[in-house]
């Protein structure tokens, strides 16, 4: 991990000696009293850490950066996928960057993905903070499940770039477009696709269909793939900032 997150009664009261974030500072990293590891609040600011004690919990003062680092102005509505993609779809867009990930319950997704123990008791927020810990960031996506892609729809801006990767329905490459909204929003079919009545609902909504080529991607490389370009369409990259 590149950034150990905390929430704020771990940043008063340390970590137990068992914590999987503990024993990786210590027992990999190698670090000891005196010396700093980077550390972060979820969902606020970033900053360096230095340790004061070791046993019985690893303890630590932390000096913060004075700015939250933002979310990157991009969300995609995925049709839910076997929980083992959706895994990695999670990991991936905290990775990234982006604001919110939708997912719905496709017409051809199979009705027991929704079913499964990683959309129970926030069961997808372990993978979200992986992905932030490894992209060296404190700001995790809201996620939400929708039993319909009608419903996922209703909570998208107006203002949006709207985009729907289907090579069937696609008018051109999704880098060959360029946006004036500076927000986008990304729709990417389930598994097994969309369906007639998925794309006549997302055309309704306004979204242009674009393909990312001669090839049909897993879903999770479709979500990090036309993510990428979307915010490189928007313009929308922050350059590297230190953290103090």
Same mark, same amino acid.
């Given at each position: 991990?590149?950034?150990?997150?905390?929430?704020?009664?771990?940043?008063?009261?340390?970590?137990?000696?068992?914590?999987?974030?503990?024993?990786?500072?210590?027992?990999?990293?190698?670090?000891?009293?005196?010396?700093?590891?980077?550390?972060?609040?979820?969902?606020?600011?970033?900053?360096?850490?230095?340790?004061?004690?070791t046993h019985p919990r690893l303890k630590f003062?932390?000096?913060?950066?004075?700015?939250?680092?933002?979310?990157?102005?991009?969300?995609?509505?995925?049709?839910?996928?076997?929980?083992?993609?959706?895994?990695?779809?999670?990991?991936?867009?905290?990775?990234?960057?982006?604001?919110?990930?939708?997912?719905?319950?496709?017409?051809?997704? *199979? /009705?027991?993905? &929704?079913?499964? #123990? !990683?959309?129970?008791? +926030?069961?997808? =927020?372990?993978?979200?903070?992986?992905?932030?810990?490894?992209?060296?960031?404190?700001?995790?996506?809201?996620?939400?499940?929708?039993?319909?892609?009608?419903?996922?729809?209703s909570q998208i801006s107006q203002q949006n770039?709207?985009?729907?990767? *289907? /090579?069937?329905? &696609?008018?051109? #490459? !999704?880098?060959?477009? +360029?946006?004036? =909204?500076?927000?986008?929003?990304?729709?990417?079919?389930?598994?097994?696709?969309?369906?007639?009545?998925?794309?006549?609902?997302?055309?309704?909504?306004?979204?242009?269909?674009?393909?990312?080529?001669d090839r049909i991607l897993r879903v999770e490389?479709?979500?990090?793939?036309?993510?990428?370009?979307?915010?490189?369409?928007?313009?929308?990259?922050?350059?590297?900032?230190?953290?103090?």
């Open positions: 991990m590149n950034l150990v997150l905390l929430n704020e009664s771990e940043v008063a009261s340390g970590l137990p000696a068992d914590d999987p974030r503990t024993q990786h500072l210590l027992q990999v990293m190698g670090l000891k009293t005196g010396e700093s590891f980077h550390a972060g609040i979820i969902q606020g600011h970033r900053g360096i850490a230095t340790i004061t004690e003062t932390l000096k913060l950066e004075k700015e939250i680092q933002p979310q990157l102005p991009c969300e995609i509505i995925v049709g839910l996928p076997r929980p083992a993609t959706a895994k990695k779809v999670l990991y991936e867009g905290a990775c990234l960057g982006i604001e919110r990930i939708f997912f719905f319950s496709s017409e051809k997704s *199979d /009705p027991s993905y &929704a079913q499964s #123990t !990683l959309w129970k008791n +926030k069961g997808w =927020e372990e993978f979200l903070i992986k992905g932030a810990e490894q992209a060296y960031t404190t700001r995790l996506p809201e996620v939400i499940v929708f039993p319909t892609l009608t419903e996922a729809l770039w709207r985009v729907v990767l *289907d /090579p069937y329905e &696609a008018t051109g #490459t !999704l880098k060959s477009c +360029k946006s004036k =909204e500076k927000r986008g929003t990304l729709a990417i079919g389930s598994e097994r696709g969309w369906t007639d009545r998925e794309r006549l609902l997302l055309k309704e909504s306004g979204f242009h269909f674009y393909h990312l080529g490389a479709a979500c990090l793939v036309g993510t990428a370009i979307m915010l490189s369409q928007l313009n929308a990259w922050q350059s590297h900032r230190p953290t103090l």
